[in-house]
């Protein structure tokens, strides 16, 4: 008889293995018409390495990220700390998810993060921004004893059922009905919401401070007006972070830029994890939680398998330590303002840039008719077979001529929306505006590679139809 043993799991050797093989396994095994768009638009890059805000192909080419996993990697990729923290953790043993005991690591996390989070009192771990979103849906409806939500067009807060039903986006919600009650108010419009809570069944009302679909702020003065209404009407405001929060715009919290505003729920997720471990969190009110678990046979009403796991507690305390001996959010403000300003700058300059905006490390820049003739004869060209084609145009050479990864800000919008690791240096400003600057050289040129890729995407969008 065989004494053998059978051979120990060896990640490093089956990547040297199989590694090559990764579009063909996720065109095969997972959603293939994901491999066929990034091939499409020349995207289906092979990188080997990242660290920081920068990636590294099989060649030894380094990428500048500015598109950070859509904000998850807000300190970059592998940030020594984060990383040291998850070793520890791991070495440690802890006796994780028992289910019947309370593990330090959850509460210390909770106690840091509410430290940054005033008005706030008590939060709920789960395990993404979906998650932390669905958990203050059910947290409002619950504790107003009413059904319907309001939220805004264009607004995107997950794509799980609950979320999808205040997902501004009807591209995300077609064929997905039924979906909760719920109801869209213009964003910033006041009058409108008002007209919905005298109808007295609203829950609550559900806004990014700023909206990543578009880069759209909220107006001054509207979040504070907002909560005075929802308030008098018995309703609550909540604010989806997940995205704008932990120092993404300048500020721990995006809806912390106006004076005043203190959210019932606010949700976060993405930078928390510190890139590695997914966690969704839901703060909220003292008042509210204790609604929700109002008594020991209430105790797991509401609750995730995975949720306060070791492991993403301890990344969550590495990110808030590194936020604070960093002062990350002290930084963003001033590398923000140097992206900001200097992309402003080139309105004036290219007839096809219409507009820069946002705050901190999230920056939109959108692209309009031209006025003279020979460009706008191209862009009638391009918005006729599909809108988007234009910023798609401009994300595909910042890739492959200039090796800087950035995205379309939504589907059929002319608007790229950066949102780079909060940890990019002036250096990196520099080189993105420079590029992009080369970018909007060849497009006013009017003709070059530029426009040929163009006439491509043109053809891919009408055989689509």
């Known amino acids: 008889m065989s004494t053998s043993q059978p051979p120990e799991f060896d990640l490093a050797g089956l990547l040297a293995e199989r590694g090559a093989e990764r579009y063909e396994l996720h065109a095969k095994h997972l959603n293939h018409q994901l491999p066929r768009m990034l091939h499409t638009i020349g995207f289906d890059k092979v990188y080997e390495r990242a660290e920081g805000p920068y990636f590294w192909d099989a060649d030894g080419n380094e990428y500048l990220d500015m598109l950070a996993g859509f904000g998850v990697m807000g300190l970059g990729r592998h940030h020594p700390v984060v990383r040291k923290a998850l070793h520890d953790v791991l070495d440690a043993g802890l006796a994780d998810l028992t289910r019947f005991d309370c593990q330090p690591l959850p509460g210390l996390l909770a106690e840091r993060l509410l430290t940054h989070s005033p008005h706030l009192d008590r939060v709920f771990f789960g395990n993404s921004g979906t998650e932390a979103v669905e958990t203050a849906l059910k947290f409002a409806r619950y504790a107003t004893g009413r059904p319907r939500i309001l939220y805004c067009p264009h607004a995107f807060h997950g794509l799980t059922t609950g979320s999808l039903s205040v997902n501004g986006e009807d591209g995300f919600r077609d064929g997905f009905a039924p979906l909760l009650p719920d109801t869209a108010v213009p964003l910033g419009d006041l009058d409108a919401l008002a007209r919905e809570l005298k109808k007295g069944d609203v829950a609550a009302l559900i806004v990014e401070p700023i909206q990543g679909k578009g880069v759209h702020e909220t107006p001054p003065g509207y979040l504070r007006a907002a909560q005075e209404l929802l308030h008098r009407h018995k309703a ?60 020991m046979d209430r105790v797991l009403v509401h609750s995730a398998s995975f949720g306060a796991n070791a492991q993403a507690m301890a990344a969550g305390l590495a990110v808030l330590s590194v936020m604070e001996n960093e002062q990350i959010v002290a930084g963003v403000r001033a590398t923000g303002e140097r992206l900001k300003s200097r992309l402003a700058a080139l309105v004036d300059t290219y007839e096809l840039l219409s507009d820069v905006r946002g705050r901190g ?18 862009w009638a060209m391009l918005q006729a077979a599909r809108k988007g084609l234009f910023a798609q145009m401009v994300v595909v050479p910042l890739l492959q001529r200039h090796r800087i990864l950035t995205q379309v800000s939504g589907d059929h919008l002319e608007v790229i929306k950066l949102i780079p690791p909060l940890v990019v240096d002036e250096g990196d400003v520099d080189r993105f505006v420079d590029a992009f600057t080369a970018v909007m050289d060849d497009a006013h040129s009017g003709g070059g590679l530029m426009w040929d890729f163009g006439r491509t995407l043109v053809k891919q969008a009408v055989a689509n139809r």
């Open 236 to 295: 609550l405001l909540i604010a989806d972070e997940v995205q704008t929060g932990l120092g993404r715009t300048g500020d721990f919290y995006a809806y912390q830029h106006e004076e005043g505003v203190e959210p019932d729920l606010v949700c976060v997720a993405k930078a928390l994890s510190g890139g590695y471990v997914p966690v969704g969190a839901t703060l909220g009110k003292d008042w509210i939680f204790k609604k929700v678990y109002s008594s």
């Open 361 to 378: 490390l999230m920056i939109g820049i959108e692209f309009g008719r031209p006025t003279s003739l020979k460009l706008r004869s191209r």
